[in-house]
């Protein structure tokens, strides 16, 4: 991918000569000269349209495979026992397939309460085994290995970069009773929709702060009728706060649903609202 880093050198030296010229001559500018200049822009641009184009392709492919790296098993290891590194992969179908199959080496060997954590842990977030403290990415002295058979009943993923094939990590954690996936910016609807596998033990669920889940999403967490507590606050693809919060409420009827903002200022009324204090207009 040398291409578009010459490409931007390239581009920015071109550029800054040209904008270095313009300056230069910023004294002696004419109506002429500045439809003159405009010309050149756009010729700049016309001729390096295919350039930036795949530049930019290039740039959000490199972004999504470094969200699918992060979400890839976090022990991976070959038929003789060696630990993998990325730089074993050479086509995505072959990794693809090669993530699957160490995947279920790993919850053969380590069960899924190792891998659940250690997944976390890899992605900067905390977990807690029974009876047991917090475990933190920088706490020292911890070893997970040997909590094999103790099972995860809390997860704070805040901020995480977990996604769909990610979330396969947490699933089979059947005691798993809090879950905070705050601010996690890959979580969308669809991950939701899986979290259906979790309904016999999950009482608490935090998504507050996720910028791609909608009211579709929300939708598919009716199946966890065993929530006690779930916060939804500051969604900003929601179209309709305080109206999912209510219908929300409906569909989970012993749970406690945070976001109450939203429905108080649903139910006020133009008279009612409290003042901007932020503007200062208002005093």
Same mark, same amino acid.
């Given at each position: 991918?040398?291409?578009?880093?010459?490409?931007?050198?390239?581009?920015?030296?071109?550029?800054?000569?040209?904008?270095? &010229?313009?300056?230069?001559?910023?004294?002696?500018?004419?109506?002429?000269?500045?439809?003159?200049?405009?010309?050149?822009?756009?010729?700049?641009l016309s001729d390096h349209f295919h350039d930036v184009q795949t530049l930019r392709e290039y740039l959000l492919q490199k972004q999504i495979s470094k969200v699918s790296m992060e979400n890839r098993p976090s022990v991976l290891e070959d038929?003789?026992?060696?630990?993998?590194?990325?730089?074993?992969?050479?086509?995505?179908?072959?990794?693809?397939?090669?993530?699957?199959?160490?995947?279920?080496?790993?919850?053969?060997?380590?069960?899924?309460?190792?891998?659940?954590?250690?997944?976390?842990?890899?992605?900067?977030?905390?977990?807690?085994?029974?009876?047991?403290?917090?475990?933190?990415?920088?706490?020292?002295?911890?070893?997970?290995?040997?909590?094999?058979?103790?099972?995860?009943?809390?997860?704070?993923?805040?901020?995480?970069?977990?996604?769909?094939? &990610?979330?396969?990590?947490?699933?089979?954690?059947?005691?798993?009773?809090?879950?905070?996936?705050?601010?996690?910016?890959?979580?969308?609807?669809?991950?939701?929709?899986?979290?259906?596998?979790?309904?016999?033990?999950?009482?608490?669920?935090?998504?507050?702060?996720?910028?791609?889940?909608?009211?579709?999403?929300?939708?598919?967490?009716?199946h966890l009728q065993n929530l006690r507590r779930l916060d939804i606050s500051d969604l900003p693809a929601v179209s309709h706060p305080g109206l999912t919060q209510i219908?929300?409420?409906?569909?989970?009827?012993?749970?406690?649903?945070? &976001?109450?903002?939203?429905?108080?200022?649903?139910?006020?009324?133009?008279?009612?609202?409290?003042?901007?204090?932020?503007?200062?207009?208002?005093?």
């Amino acid at each position: 991918m040398a291409a578009p880093r010459a490409f931007l050198h390239l581009g920015a030296r071109e550029w800054h000569g040209r904008a270095r &010229g313009t300056h230069s001559m910023s004294g002696l500018a004419t109506p002429d000269s500045n439809r003159e200049k405009k010309r050149t822009l756009l010729q700049f641009l016309s001729d390096h349209f295919h350039d930036v184009q795949t530049l930019r392709e290039y740039l959000l492919q490199k972004q999504i495979s470094k969200v699918s790296m992060e979400n890839r098993p976090s022990v991976l290891e070959d038929s003789q026992g060696q630990f993998l590194g990325s730089h074993h992969f050479t086509a995505w179908p072959a990794l693809i397939s090669f993530i699957l199959r160490s995947y279920r080496k790993i919850q053969e060997r380590y069960g899924p309460y190792i891998t659940g954590a250690q997944f976390i842990l890899k992605q900067g977030g905390a977990v807690k085994f029974q009876g047991r403290d917090w475990i933190r990415p920088n706490d020292r002295g911890h070893s997970i290995a040997e909590l094999q058979k103790v099972p995860v009943e809390a997860v704070d993923a805040s901020g995480c970069a977990i996604n769909y094939q &990610g979330l396969s990590n947490l699933l089979p954690l059947k005691e798993l009773q809090f879950l905070s996936l705050q601010r996690c910016p890959n979580l969308d609807d669809w991950c939701l929709s899986r979290l259906y596998l979790l309904a016999g033990s999950l009482q608490e669920l935090s998504l507050a702060g996720c910028p791609r889940i909608s009211e579709r999403g929300l939708a598919c967490l009716h199946h966890l009728q065993n929530l006690r507590r779930l916060d939804i606050s500051d969604l900003p693809a929601v179209s309709h706060p305080g109206l999912t919060q209510i219908l929300v409420e409906e569909m989970l009827p012993h749970c406690e649903v945070l &976001g109450v903002d939203w429905a108080k200022s649903l139910k006020l009324g133009p008279d009612d609202q409290p003042p901007d204090t932020s503007s200062p207009l208002s005093s």
